[in-house]
Nanobody, 114 residues
Framework: QVQLVESGGGLVQPGGSLRLSCAASGRIFSNYAPGWYRQAPGQQRELVAT???????TYADSVKGRFTISRDNAKNTVYLQMNSLKPEDTAVYYCNFFPPSPSWGRGTQVTVSS
């Protein structure tokens, strides 16, 4: 049973930064490609970023140049550094694998507002 626990969300002004963390148990990150997803109110969940076993990242066009995904295999943790945040980044952010497993965490709320 995979357990994913996201943290680091909050309220931030436009242009601000946040760093999200996701700790996993039950499955070793180093063997898989973890990723971050988000779901805004009334919208479908979308893939934001993934990182391969070789630490090669991919990003949604909407976050390229602003978000950075990284991983610490020793800690079984994946991070998402979010800079230059915009109101349209407001969403619940989830971590999972790519492709995603059926087990989703509770997510962490990110709200970008002045």
């Amino acid at each position: 049973q995979v357990q994913l626990v996201e943290s680091g969300g909050g309220l931030v002004q436009p242009g601000g930064s946040l760093r999200l963390s996701c700790a996993a148990s039950g499955r070793i990150f180093s063997n898989y490609a973890p990723g971050w997803y988000r779901q805004a109110p009334g919208q479908q969940r979308e893939l934001v970023a993934t990182i391969t076993q070789g630490r090669f990242p991919t990003y949604a066009d909407s976050v390229k140049g602003r978000f950075t995904i990284s991983r610490d295999n020793a800690k079984n943790t994946v991070y998402l550094q979010m800079n230059s945040l915009k109101p349209e980044d407001t969403a619940v952010y989830y971590c999972n694998f790519f492709p995603p497993s059926p087990s989703w965490g509770r997510g962490t709320q990110v709200t970008v507002s002045s």
